[in-house]
Nanobody, 126 residues
Framework: VQLVESGGGLVQAGGSLRLSCKTSGFTFDAYDIGWFRQAPGKEREGVSVIRRRHGTIGYADSVKGRFTMSTDSARNTVYLEMNNLKPDDTARYYC????????????????????WGQGIQVTVSR
């Protein structure tokens, strides 16, 4: 299983970035896929998750209305569109995956998925 993130960088507050996560090694549509982030000195925070068996996407309250997760099954790729970025969004962002759960997962659960990428840094300046 491989997940490779790209698209991070430095942006001013109020700006936008789109992260991509190219996946391979598993059946894309049969896995729950999520994004989590971790800032220095802080715990991992679930950002979003696509729940395959339920056809829903969940978001953390801290990003709801600003971030949008999407998928492209033809490219086995997931995206995280981040708008109106804030300095508090500064963190290393990871995409991760696990076999689709029967129950609808809380967003926080993505921090415990079995497979994740190397992460990509997002820095939001004031």
């Amino acid at each position: 299983v491989q997940l490779v993130e790209s698209g991070g960088g430095l942006v001013q507050a109020g700006g936008s970035l789109r992260l991509s996560c190219k996946t391979s090694g598993f059946t894309f549509d049969a896995y729950d896929i999520g994004w989590f982030r971790q800032a220095p000195g802080k715990e991992r925070e679930g950002v979003s998750v696509i729940r395959r068996r339920h056809g829903t996407i969940g978001y953390a309250d801290s990003v709801k209305g600003r971030f949008t997760m999407s998928t492209d099954s033809a490219r086995n790729t997931v995206y995280l569109e981040m708008n109106n970025l804030k300095p508090d969004d500064t963190a290393r962002y990871y995409c991760d995956a696990d076999e689709a759960a029967w129950e609808p997962l809380r967003v926080a659960a993505v921090t415990m998925f079995d497979y994740w990428g190397q992460g990509i840094q997002v820095t939001v300046s004031r």
